[in-house]
């Protein structure tokens, strides 16, 4: 019965070690796949980002040209008044006149 019980013994101790040698295994397993996922969602979140950093530069590009174009139509419209503000001088020159005396002066 000695003999049984020492077998048991070293039985229950091997099948400890193995168990702790296949946890290692497995914790490392673990902890490179952890390692692998980490680096792909890294990797991931770097390429939201430069996709991010380039809509702001095209928005920045967008804005720039808006500007440009409100300020070329700002200026169109400030040359329009000025040459309708002097067709009206003109128009008010001509109305102001008497027009009996327009044609007197033909």
Same mark, same amino acid.
């Given at each position: 019965?000695?003999?049984?019980?020492? =077998?048991? $013994? +070293?039985?229950?101790?091997?099948? /400890? %070690?193995?168990?702790? !040698?296949? &946890?290692? @295994?497995?914790? =490392?397993? $673990? +902890?490179?796949?952890?390692?692998? /996922? %980490?680096?792909?969602? !890294?990797? &991931?979140? @770097?390429?939201?980002?430069?996709?991010?950093?380039?809509?702001?530069? /095209? %928005?920045?590009?967008?804005?720039?040209?808006?500007?440009?174009?409100?300020?070329?139509?700002?200026?169109?419209?400030?040359?329009?008044?000025?040459?309708?503000?002097?067709?009206?001088?003109?128009?008010?020159?001509?109305?102001?006149?008497?027009?009996?005396?327009?044609?007197?002066?033909?």
């Amino acid at each position: 019965k000695d003999q049984m019980d020492k =077998e048991w $013994d +070293e039985f229950q101790k091997a099948m /400890r %070690q193995v168990n702790t !040698i296949s &946890e290692a @295994i497995v914790a =490392e397993e $673990d +902890e490179e796949g952890r390692l692998d /996922r %980490q680096i792909g969602e !890294i990797d &991931e979140q @770097i390429e939201c980002y430069r996709r991010v950093e380039k809509l702001r530069n /095209r %928005q920045d590009e967008i804005k720039n040209k808006l500007k440009e174009i409100l300020t070329i139509k700002e200026l169109q419209k400030k040359e329009e008044e000025n040459a309708d503000s002097d067709d009206e001088g003109e128009l008010q020159d001509l109305l102001s006149q008497d027009w009996r005396v327009k044609g007197a002066l033909l």
